[in-house]
DNA sequence: TTTGGCATGTAATCCGTTACATGATTAG
DNA sequence: CTAATCATGTAACGGATTACATGCCAAA
């Protein structure tokens, strides 16, 4: 018989995913989100406190409490059962969430400012898109040095992959659209219609 | 003197960005949306109803009732104030919002699965990616057939392009990423070891 | 001594979807 | 007759961020 998967919010998931890593504080599953999967996905700690205290309740991860130094740390491990949720999870179809790209909205009716306007609109996500590529490349390296034998490896890679190559065709795209509203530009201020010497 | 930019939500010039486009009811609104630029925005009617309201107050959008046969449609349409609200807010930088991939935080994570899942993932979103491609060509097509002297084609245009040359990528990451899935699979589970005959 | 990082948590608020309520018109 | 589409709106709910409150410890 089919088991009844009870529905939870994405942050459950987060938690639990986090928590396969290494046992952890919420304040160390914040870090360790915002320093590995940041790309493409972000917590915050008004999400992940309450969760983290539903999730102890409902059995799917367990706490104990450290005192290393004065202040006290609540380190939460996964337990058997969380394992399984977060697995039951996993196979689900991914829901694609309903998008919003503010940059695109602005491009799209960008007729009614001057053409210059929406260049520097592109090319700020250019040189955004610019250091991402950066960031992936090193990121690559970090991980076939510092986590070789880990057995995640190869998920990691394939997530990362994806980061990369949307980052490079982004870039790609940026470059284009820059010249293209330069070209309008161009037609919309000809020399000598602002005053230049 | 600088004008305090009163801060709006993202829907407020979402609405007033389609009002340019020409004067609609709210559910109008909806569908234009949904057949132009829905691969990289969406509304609901629960925020679009009370935004009109609302904007109607601030004369940021007049309204006029209509009756077209039985039942009564009020058409909104974009004042002057609204479309300075809404040049003003196009030139200020966009702001991207904080990723959210589900996919990606299921790859990440699926070493806890079967690879023979992972690959399922990949492999639905793939079809997504392949689909996009095509839509995005009829898209394009249409574009030149019917919008050929729209003066905001250009821009139409760059947001297409954008969408076409993201979804090429992510089709080659699926490609690739499913291949390496493939080996894994093919490495955890050799032949016989699920009893094939 | 003061700043920054470690650390936990709650409350207020916002944004957005979904469900609900209602009803007319039109095409099959 | 009935299903789909046109059409407008509100209410409930959920998800997420931000701000707030609190306080220790280490380094500058």
């Known amino acids: 018989m089919a088991v009844a998967t009870r529905d939870r919010s994405t942050t459950d998931y987060a938690v639990l995913g986090m928590l396969t890593l290494r046992p952890m504080s919420g304040y160390d599953i914040r870090a360790t989100i915002a320093e590995s999967v940041a790309y493409f996905w972000t917590e915050s700690y008004g999400q992940i406190y309450p969760t983290l205290k539903r999730l102890t309740k409902e059995r799917l991860v367990t706490r104990r409490s450290e005192r290393s130094g004065g202040r006290e740390r609540h380190i939460y491990a996964i337990t058997a059962e ?15 969430r309903p998008p919003r790209n503010e940059l695109l909205f602005k491009l799209f009716f ?27 490349r090193a990121v690559e390296q970090e991980l076939y040095d510092r986590h070789a034998n880990n057995p995640d490896l190869a ?3 394939i997530t990362l992959r994806y ?3 949307e980052a490079e065709a982004l870039l790609r795209w940026s470059a284009e659209a820059g ?19």
Do not use: C, D, M, S
């Open 110 to 136: 960008a007729r009614h400012v001057p053409p210059a306007e929406a260049a520097a609109q592109v090319e700020r996500f250019r040189a955004e898109q610019e250091r991402a590529v950066a960031r992936f």
């Open 82 to 96: 969380g394992r399984e949720a977060l697995a039951e999870w996993i196979v689900r179809p991914a829901q694609p």
């Open 179 to 197: 010249e293209i509203l330069q070209e309008l530009n161009a037609a919309a201020a000809p020399r000598g219609t602002r005053g230049e010497k």
């Open 163 to 165: 980061g990369q190559l």
């Open 155 to 157: 998920y990691w890679l």
